[in-house]
């Protein structure tokens, strides 16, 4: 986690959590979510100046590429098996061209049985290392943990905790 004010993007942010609690760090946060009903209900639960809420989606990000920011700190918590494996190709290039330079990119992979009516997708930390590698990410950090609900532990959803580097050019 960043020691100084940073830039921190968040992509897929949800209803906020993650951006709020990185803003009420003193970090500037560029919230990125797709769906209208939870930006809207973010902006109105986690209300900050130092939140900016962008309407925009995974694989192209064409709307925050268009903006031409950098960030510290890239978040894609949660999201990342939403996306099929020809979308993750697509994506990675372009969440990895958002990154400064010595910037850290922290993930979450969901491993488990889909729920239904989900849009979800099997995904490794192998593949998405490989991934990251190719676009000059370094894998710092590669663990896997069980689920902090009880009901997932039931059904054996674990999670992979992902964190890269980008390497100084």
């Not at 960043?2 to 993007?9: A, F, G």
């Not at 946060?29 to 100046?49: C, N, Q, W, Y």
């Not at 969901?110 to 190719?134: C, D, W």
Request: charged fraction near 20%; hydrophobic fraction near 45%; glycine fraction near 6%.
């Amino acid at each position: 986690m960043p020691e100084k004010t940073s830039d921190v993007l968040d992509i897929g942010a949800g209803t906020g959590v993650d951006a709020a609690w990185f803003a009420a760090a003193g970090h500037r946060v560029l919230a990125v979510e797709p769906t209208d009903r939870l930006r809207d209900s973010a902006k109105t639960i986690h209300p900050s100046p130092l939140i900016e809420w962008v309407a925009d989606s995974l694989p192209y990000l064409r709307k925050l590429i268009s903006l031409g920011q950098s960030f510290d700190l890239v978040l894609l918590t949660a999201v990342w098996m939403h996306l099929t494996q020809q979308e993750r190709q697509k994506a990675m290039p372009n969440v990895a061209a958002l990154l400064k330079a010595d910037g850290v990119m922290l993930m979450s992979l969901r491993h488990g049985p889909v729920p239904k009516n989900r849009r979800m997708f099997q995904v490794s930390a192998y593949e998405t290392i490989l991934l990251a590698e190719r676009e000059g990410l370094s894998n710092i950090l590669n663990i896997e943990v069980q689920s902090a609900q009880l009901i997932n532990r039931q059904t054996g959803v674990t999670w992979s905790w992902l964190a890269f580097r980008k390497c100084k050019v």
